[in-house]
């Protein structure tokens, strides 16, 4: 079965600052999709990057990108020049992309603290 | 395009209530889930229905039934609410298939508390 790790119950960056953010998987699928979802104090998940396993090149949003290294089943978010706005639980997702598969493996989510 | 509505956004039950949260999306989505967040555990797939006519069970089932009742609307159960069931709530609704637009879209979430 696949499992979802975030290691980081929660971190602290100073604001304009960078954090990384981690997440470790595992599957023995080849293809599949990985996401990082925020949540804010108002409950709603937002979707903050995504990134399909048969891309070599690594995701970027804006100040956010992702470092997937498949081999290690890593897949790390990388906050650029924090900003208040993005204080929130932070949750790392798994979904195979096998035919049928329709479920989402998510991580226990880690709390970011932005100071300013 | 409201995108993913539930209701009640809070309520409060005591002990062997039932009650029904109501999911609804309108993006023509084929795959829609329910999951609980609770503190320190992530999200957890309580049910999921891959498709209109089917359910299949997730993670934490039991104390939990659903509907898909059509294309657009997904509900969740409770016969008989214990405080264990305490928590938020959470409907999503996806694409499906290998769609590479297949991210999951969320309600605003549901916090029950049962006394």
């Known amino acids: 079965a696949q499992t979802v790790t975030q290691s980081q119950p929660e971190m602290s960056v100073q604001e304009a600052e960078t954090v990384t953010l981690s997440c470790t998987y595992d599957t023995s699928e080849s293809d599949y999709y990985l996401f990082w979802y925020k949540q804010p104090p108002s409950r709603q998940m937002i979707l903050v990057i995504r990134?399909?396993?048969?891309?070599?090149q690594n995701a970027t949003e804006n100040r956010f990108s992702v470092n997937f290294q498949k081999a290690a089943k890593s897949f790390s978010l990388k906050i650029s020049d924090s900003q208040l706005g993005d204080a929130a639980m932070y949750f790392c997702?798994?979904?195979?992309?096998?035919?049928?598969?329709?479920?989402?493996?998510f991580g226990t989510g880690t709390r970011l603290k932005v100071l300013a | 395009n409201a995108g993913v509505t539930q209701t009640p956004k809070f309520q409060v039950l005591k002990t062997g209530q039932s009650m029904t949260l109501q999911c609804a999306q309108d993006m023509n989505h084929n795959s829609m889930y329910w999951y609980r967040q609770d503190p320190g555990m992530g999200l957890r797939l309580i049910y999921y229905?891959?498709?209109?006519?089917?359910?299949d069970k997730g993670e934490v089932p039991n104390g939990y039934n659903v509907s898909r009742l059509n294309k657009r609307e997904f509900s969740l159960r409770l016969e008989s609410a214990a405080p264990s069931q305490t928590s938020v709530y959470f409907c999503a609704s996806t694409v499906a298939g290998t769609s590479s637009y297949n991210e999951q879209f969320f309600g605003p979430g549901t916090r029950l508390t049962v006394l």
């Open positions: 990134q399909e396993a048969y891309k070599q």
């Open positions: 229905s891959a498709s209109e006519g089917t359910t």
């Open positions: 997702a798994y979904r195979g992309r096998t035919s049928g598969t329709y479920k989402y493996i």
